[in-house]
């Protein structure tokens, strides 16, 4: 009998209850995300803020948003806002997301979730304590052929799992992306890339017990390339990151019964090849491609909202706080190496 790859429990984005969003820093990510938003759920964008108004303004004439904030107070302060988008940079991040939650709004913060661990645990407990969703934004996490993954693994298509292998590199220069050669914007190859594959080998194999890293900074003070191996019981996961070099950015999972390969960019929506001792299979990519896949987070964090839940069961939020100690510890091996 022909294998069949398990169906994905991802619901369609179109099905989750309406929110009126926010966005919070008018920038690129943010355009991305409400064009998704746009062409692939009920969600509505009805406000945009910046220090700028002009900025807010020209973002808002883009997209067709009814408001532009020229200050983030104003924005979290709109009664008609639901729910804020935190896409500043992830220098600020800890100070808007725990600005929006005062102001009892839900909140979806752009990944990486903050800069440290203690920064990410002070907005977990800001957010419990006002009973409102905080959600790190990373959508990979919610896209149906990680739902597909996932199940693979659970159902022990793969054996004991062995080995994870992932990575993500791209070519960002100081001259081309500033941002991320400023360390008190949060720059670095492992805050804004390097959290991908570990965020993704967290999904495969939990905690790690042990984080061994090496890496080279950049002369603007952050790393520029790091490699680390994360070990969790008998199993390791490998996972590369580099501001040098645009890299296959490709993930798979290896285990005594089989291998699941995603293919390039594995952190968006991407094929999976399976290879098992009967052969190997290949499972197309959903309908939804590119960064429009951004806009499965947000009708998961609609769909909380819509059910009372105030975690996800996807990402909880002690997961990406453990998360972002995975990485503190791995940036401090950098930095002391």
Not at 67 to 90: I, K, M, Q
Not at 212 to 241: I, K
Request: glycine fraction near 10%.
């Amino acid at each position: 009998m022909p294998f069949a790859f398990p169906v994905s429990r991802i619901p369609d984005p179109a099905d989750a209850p309406s929110l009126r969003w926010g966005i919070l820093g008018p920038g690129g990510i943010a355009h991305s995300f409400v064009d998704a938003l746009t062409k692939h759920t009920g969600q509505r964008v009805v406000a945009v803020g910046s220090r700028a108004t002009e900025r807010a303004s020209a973002f808002a004439g883009v997209h067709g948003i009814p408001r532009a904030h020229g200050s983030y107070d104003a924005l979290v302060s709109d009664p008609d806002v639901d729910v804020v988008y935190v896409a500043s940079p992830t220098g600020q991040h800890h100070e808007h997301a725990l600005l929006a939650v005062a102001a009892g709004k839900h909140v979806l913060v752009e990944k990486s979730f903050s800069r440290t661990a203690v920064e990410a645990r002070e907005m977990v407990a800001a957010a419990r304590s006002a009973d409102v969703v905080l959600l790190e934004a990373m959508w990979t996490r919610f896209l149906p052929h990680m739902d597909v993954v996932r199940q693979l693994v659970h159902d022990g298509v793969l054996g004991e799992v062995q080995t994870v292998i992932a990575d993500h590199g791209q070519l960002l220069t100081p001259d081309g992306a500033p941002r991320l050669h400023r360390p008190e914007l949060g720059g670095g190859a492992v805050l804004d890339l390097g959290v991908y594959p570990i965020s993704f080998a967290a999904l495969m194999l939990g905690r790690p017990d042990s984080v061994v890293a090496a890496g080279e900074m950049a002369p603007t003070g952050v790393d520029a390339q790091v490699s680390a191996v994360l070990r969790t019981g008998t199993a390791h996961a490998v996972v590369t990151t580099t501001l040098t070099a645009r890299t296959p950015t490709t993930a798979s999972v290896s285990g005594t019964a089989g291998r699941v390969e995603i293919a390039a960019d594995f952190y968006t929506p991407a094929e999976l090849i399976l290879t098992t001792q009967a052969g190997w299979h290949v499972r197309e990519v959903d309908a939804i491609r590119g960064h429009e896949g951004l806009c499965y987070q947000a009708a998961h964090l609609a769909q909380l909202v819509g059910d009372g839940r105030r975690e996800s069961p996807l990402l909880p939020l002690d997961e990406t706080v453990s998360i972002m100690e995975t990485m503190d510890e791995v940036r401090r091996q950098i930095v002391a190496g």
